[in-house]
C-alpha cells in the first residue's frame, strides 16, 4: 500500500510538473505590407529605402527567400489566409475585386450581378476558429474581400474592426478611385482624420496595450505601398483627383514610394515597442510589386505567375521560440501562416474544412513538405497560371485563343530568364496535367466541401 501511495504521489507530481511546464497560446500578430515588391527592405537587399525596424525583426527572427503568395494580386491572398486554403475554392476571388465592387472575370461577374461577390460568411474562416479557441481578435486595415454589408470582417469571427473596404483609397480623404467612400467600422462608413497608415497603428497600438488575460490575434493588412502613391506629410484639403497618375500602380514617385514604405517601417518599429511576451509576429506582402518596386532578381511585376509577381519578402519574429538570423529557403506559401496559426493556438477547423498549408514551425525543425503548388489568375480574356514542384516552375499566360508557356529551372534561373520547355517537354506536360487536375478539383465545389472524389496527393 505504501508503495502504491507513493507511485500516486509521483504520478500526480509528473502531471502537475507538466502542467505547470506546458506553454500557454501565444499571442499572434500577422502584419500584411499591400504590393510591396521581393527587394523593397533593406534585409532583402534595397539600399535607398531604410526599414530598420523590418531589417531588426529579420536579424532576430527568420527571413524567408522563397515565400510566396497565395495569388498575384490582393484579394486572392487574403482569401487564401482567412481560410487556410486556395481561394479557388470560394468563388469569384481568383482576381482582385474591382474598385467599386467590380468583377473582373466570368464568375466574380456572374456573383457580382446577384451581389455575391466576396467571401461569405458560412466559409470557416482563422479569426472565427481562434475566437472559438478563446482568442480576442481584430483587424485594423485593408478589407478587399467585400463591399455588400453581408461580407464585413466583424461577420467573419473579428471583435474589433477598422478597415478600408477595397483595393485602394486615399491616404487622407479615404475616397477611391470611383469617389466612393471606403473607412468602416463593423459594416458601416465612419469618419476619422489623418494618414491611414498612421490611424492602422494607433488603434494596433491601443490594442496591444490592452491588458487582457485571453491571447489575442491581430490582423494588420497595411494599403501600403499601394496606389495612390502619398507621403505622409503630403495631406491636402481635397481628395486626390481622380485623373492624378498618382492613382497609376506602375507610376510611383520614387521620393513618395520610399517615405511610405519608411513610415510603414516605423510604425510597424512602434507597435514592436508594445507587443507583450510570447507573442508570434510574422510580416508579409500580399502579393509581388508592381512596377513602381524594385523585385530584382525576380522577372515580373504584380498581376502575373512570373517570380516576381508572387515570391515576396516574409520575416517570423518569436523570440522565445525561434533561434535568431536564421533564413529559410523552403518553398512557404500564405495559407501556411493559417495552419501554423490555428495549431499553435490549438485552434480546429472543422473536419469538412481541409486546411492546404503546412505547419512552417515544423519546416524549419527540418520536415521538407513534399507538394506542389499552383496559382491561377484570370482577368477578362487573360489567364495566368503557375506550378512549382521542387525546383521546377512552370508558367502560362493566356490572352483569349493564344497561350505562351515557359518552364524554368528555379535552382539554376532564378530570374526565369531561360525557357526550358522545349528541353523538357516530358516534365512540362506532366506539371500541366498537374495543374489541370488540380484545376478540375477546385471547380467541383465552390464553397470549399470535400467530396470523395477529390484527389488526396494534390494536398500537402
Avoid at 497603428?201 to 487582457?212: A, M, P, V, Y
Avoid at 516530358?426 to 467530396?451: H, I, P, S, V, Y
Wanted: overall charge negative; some cysteine; hydrophobic content about 35%.
Amino acid at each position: 500500500m505504501n508503495r502504491i501511495l507513493v507511485a500516486a504521489i509521483v504520478c500526480l507530481a509528473t502531471l502537475s510538473d507538466s502542467f505547470a511546464t506546458t506553454p500557454s497560446p501565444p499571442n499572434i500578430l500577422f502584419l500584411l505590407a499591400d504590393d510591396l515588391g521581393y527587394g523593397d527592405l533593406g534585409c532583402y537587399g534595397r539600399q535607398d529605402i531604410r526599414t530598420p525596424n523590418l531589417d531588426a525583426m529579420a536579424e532576430q527572427g527568420v527571413r524567408f527567400t522563397s515565400h510566396y503568395a497565395n495569388g498575384p494580386e490582393c484579394s486572392p491572398t487574403r482569401a487564401a489566409f482567412l481560410t487556410g486554403r486556395y481561394q479557388q475554392w470560394v468563388g469569384g476571388l481568383e482576381c482582385a475585386i474591382g474598385t467599386g465592387n467590380q468583377g473582373r472575370y466570368d464568375d466574380a461577374i456572374r456573383l457580382r450581378a446577384s451581389n455575391d461577390l466576396g467571401l461569405p460568411v458560412d466559409i470557416p474562416t482563422l479569426p472565427r476558429v481562434l475566437k472559438q479557441a478563446g482568442y480576442e481578435t481584430a483587424i485594423f486595415g485593408k478589407w478587399h474581400l467585400g463591399y455588400e454589408p453581408k461580407f464585413a470582417p466583424h461577420l467573419h469571427g473579428f471583435d474589433e474592426t477598422y478597415y478600408c473596404i477595397g483595393g485602394e483609397m486615399d491616404y487622407f480623404h479615404y475616397i477611391d478611385l470611383v469617389a466612393g467612400y471606403n473607412l468602416f467600422r463593423n459594416g458601416q462608413p465612419i469618419r476619422d482624420e489623418g494618414y491611414f497608415t498612421d490611424l492602422i497603428t494607433e488603434h494596433s497600438i491601443e490594442f496591444l496595450q490592452t491588458k487582457r488575460e485571453q491571447p489575442f490575434f491581430l490582423y494588420v493588412p497595411f494599403t501600403c505601398p499601394h496606389s495612390p502613391f502619398q507621403a505622409p506629410d503630403e495631406r491636402r484639403p481635397h481628395p486626390l483627383p481622380l485623373d492624378s497618375p498618382r492613382w497609376k500602380q506602375g507610376n510611383a514617385p520614387p521620393d513618395v514610394y520610399r517615405a511610405m514604405i519608411e513610415r510603414m517601417d516605423a510604425c510597424i518599429g512602434r507597435m514592436m515597442k508594445t507587443v507583450p511576451p510570447n507573442t508570434l509576429v510574422v510580416f508579409v506582402s500580399d502579393n509581388g510589386g508592381t512596377k513602381s518596386a524594385r523585385n530584382e532578381p525576380l522577372r515580373g511585376i504584380k498581376g502575373g505567375t512570373f517570380e516576381g509577381g508572387i515570391r515576396v519578402p516574409a520575416i517570423l519574429w518569436w523570440p522565445e521560440q525561434i533561434e535568431k538570423g536564421s533564413i529559410c529557403d523552403t518553398p512557404t506559401l500564405t495559407f501556411d501562416w493559417t495552419k501554423t496559426f490555428a495549431e499553435v493556438a490549438g485552434a480546429s477547423f472543422p473536419e469538412s474544412h481541409f486546411l492546404e498549408g503546412v505547419n512552417v514551425l515544423d519546416v524549419l525543425n527540418g520536415a521538407e513538405p513534399s507538394r506542389t503548388l499552383f496559382w491561377r489568375k484570370p482577368r477578362g480574356q487573360q489567364i495566368w497560371r503557375g506550378v512549382r514542384d521542387a525546383n521546377w516552375k512552370y508558367v502560362a499566360q493566356q490572352n483569349g485563343d493564344r497561350e505562351t508557356e515557359y518552364l524554368f529551372d528555379l535552382s539554376r534561373d532564378l530570374s526565369e530568364e531561360n525557357n526550358l520547355l522545349d528541353q523538357h517537354r516530358e516534365t512540362a506536360t506532366q506539371l500541366r496535367e498537374r495543374f489541370n487536375q488540380w484545376e478540375t478539383m477546385t471547380r467541383k465545389d465552390r464553397r470549399g466541401r470535400l467530396n470523395e472524389s477529390h484527389s488526396s496527393d494534390m494536398h500537402p
